[in-house]
């Protein structure tokens, strides 16, 4: 699996032995995995790396988990990157209080490391379906990223690695316009240095795919903003 292709999951947890066993498992698993050890480091990662889900832990120093999140979903840019809260506060009340600061899940130390993985993959099969396999339709365009197969209209298509990745980023969310530099990042990584003139090459290649066996193309360019599925 290609770095640019990898979930990237930040474990923010205070408790070294804790961090250390999270980001083993969650690499074990395929996950690119940045971590954090208290709230300040936290809200810096997130602006860096822009992770696609983050695991964070209530009691930490300085800026507190509930704190962290009250912030990322308050701010447009970060609202709708998944939180998975851990707490060892198990009362209904603190359940409650970490769901509505905007947690998507709340988990209670200790736990499962097994079920927090699949906790983990459930919240990107939402926000990130094509990082963990599943199948995407838009149209009469389907995309397998288990086994790696585009079709348009029943007729299988050719398409290079960096070609899948783009399609796979404008079917999880259609609609949506990407900018050249947010497709740099989702695409290509933030450790390669890509000029942002080579996105429309390799736009220009997925659309000469798509359009191989005929049919409009379904890739949209939006004037001064970047790119769009429809």
């Known amino acids: 699996m290609a770095a640019a292709e990898q979930p990237r999951?930040?474990?923010?947890?205070d408790e070294p032995a804790q961090r250390e066993v999270l980001s083993y498992n969650l690499e074990a698993e395929g996950f690119s995995v940045s971590k954090a050890e208290n709230g300040e480091e936290a809200l810096l990662c997130?602006?860096?790396?822009s992770p696609d889900i983050i695991v964070l832990d209530w009691m930490l120093p300085?800026?507190?988990?509930?704190?962290?999140c009250r912030r990322l979903k308050t701010r447009n840019e970060t609202r709708n990157i998944p939180i998975i809260m851990l707490s060892a506060r198990a009362e209904e009340v603190d359940r409650v209080r970490g769901l509505?600061?905007?947690?998507?899940?709340?988990?209670?130390?200790?736990?499962?490391v097994v079920e927090l993985m699949a906790r983990v993959r459930a919240q990107l099969r939402r926000t990130r379906p094509a990082t963990v396999g599943e199948r995407l339709e838009y149209e009469d365009i389907i995309l397998d990223a288990e086994t790696h197969k585009v079709s348009r209209g029943g007729?299988?298509?050719?398409?290079?690695?960096?070609?899948?990745?783009l399609l796979s980023t404008f079917m999880e969310k259609p609609g949506r316009v990407w900018s050249r530099e947010q497709l740099l990042d989702r695409v290509w990584g933030r450790d390669i240095y890509v000029d942002?003139?080579?996105?429309d090459v390799h736009?220009?290649?997925l659309r000469?795919?798509?359009?191989?066996?005929?049919?409009?193309?379904?890739?949209r360019t939006v004037r001064g903003a970047g790119y769009a599925l429809g």
């Open 9 to 13: 999951v930040l474990v923010v947890e």
């Open 196 to 199: 942002t003139r080579t996105v």
């Open 208 to 219: 000469k795919a798509l359009c191989q066996h005929g049919g409009e193309d379904p890739v």
């Open 46 to 49: 997130v602006d860096e790396e």
């Open 100 to 112: 509505e600061t905007g947690a998507d899940d709340y988990v209670i130390k200790p736990y499962s």
């Open 203 to 205: 736009i220009g290649r």
């Open 155 to 165: 007729d299988m298509l050719k398409l290079g690695p960096t070609e899948f990745r």
């Open 62 to 68: 300085s800026v507190s988990g509930i704190e962290v």
